[in-house]
């Protein structure tokens, strides 16, 4: 089947989603461009000497600026019931963006976590692989490998027609979902579940180092590291209420739709689970600005407490 079909398609009550999809892009918009763009504004004329840190943050704010500038377009689509009068290409390349930025603030919050990973546990053994050359290698590489990863959305997603409206399909036509799920899967795992992964075993790791560091140190240096270990747990937790409910639940759907039911009222369920989580998802191109300083705090905090430390055994 191909994008210029006619699908006649179960009757998905999403009349919720014209109020609630336009509103939340619009914030997501709004905040991702005032919080990324101001983050770009430090890092370029206030930023004197880049640490790997700010490579890998200056990155992910570039890839959510990317994403926030296709905004505008999904939100006029929600607005008109899903009629998209902006041809395929610009359709291609909408979804192409969504799914890079997602994949790359996936890979760049990894980088970011492995190299703080390394900075607290490893600080000395580890100086050789903190490097502004490997951040920049690192960097570029993740570009790749993410943009031939999500090279088969501009295949995958097209326009078409359902019950006589042009619409830009999510994933791709109902018609190709078969196919689409095991490339979906791909995705989920690489792009989602190994980093995610990563993500947590290094932030666990770092707050077990703080933890056994803080019950050797006096109560004003304990206080600070009990903020840092809280500081990691924000962290944690903002990249799990923004990215693992809308994994789950997209894979959950596709595989209801694939291979499990026909039964519309099943479908209309999970798709609207779906519909609510995926919002969700776009918040992290705005909470990834925080991170630059919640990371900051953390960091200022373990040197400020391993600089208290060796004037104690200096004295």
């Known amino acids: 089947m191909n994008g210029n079909n006619n699908f006649t398609l179960c009757p998905i009550s999403d009349f919720y989603k014209r109020i609630l999809l336009p509103l939340t892009y619009s914030l997501v918009f709004v905040l991702g461009l005032t919080l990324n763009g101001a983050l770009l504004w430090v890092v370029c004329f206030r930023t004197r000497t880049w640490s790997c840190s700010v490579i890998y943050l200056t990155n992910l704010a570039v890839a959510d600026l990317l994403y926030v500038l296709s905004l505008p377009l999904l939100i006029v689509s929600y607005a008109m019931d899903d009629v998209w009068p902006f041809g395929d290409i610009i359709c291609k390349v909408v979804r192409f963006f969504f799914c890079t930025n997602l994949h790359c603030s996936m890979m760049f919050l990894m980088c ?34 993410v943009m031939l990863e999500i090279s088969p959305t501009l295949l995958f997603a097209h326009t078409g027609f359902i019950n006589n409206m042009t619409v830009c399909y999510e994933m791709t036509n109902p018609g190709q979902l078969y196919t689409y799920f095991p490339y979906d899967m791909f995705l989920d795992v690489v792009g989602f579940l190994v980093p995610f ?115 104690g055994l200096q004295r």
């Open 197 to 311: 992964m990563i993500i947590i075993i290094c932030y666990c790791s770092m707050m077990r180092v703080l933890y056994r560091a803080g019950r050797d140190n006096s109560q004003e240096g304990t206080e600070n590291l009990n903020k840092s270990i809280r500081t990691i747990l924000a962290v944690c937790l903002m990249f799990v209420l923004c990215f693992v409910p809308y994994h789950i639940a997209r894979i959950v759907c596709l595989f209801i739709r694939v291979y499990v039911s026909s039964d519309c009222r099943v479908i209309n369920l999970v798709m609207i689970g779906y519909k609510i989580w995926k919002p969700l998802v776009s918040f992290n191109s705005c909470a990834n600005p925080l991170l630059y300083f919640l990371g900051n705090i953390l960091t200022c905090r373990y040197v400020q407490q391993k600089d208290s430390n060796s004037d």
């Open 112 to 145: 970011i976590s492995v190299h703080r990973f390394l900075g607290v546990c490893y600080p000395i053994t580890a100086l050789r692989f903190r490097t502004k050359n490997l951040a920049v290698l690192m960097s570029g590489s993740v570009w790749v490998l």
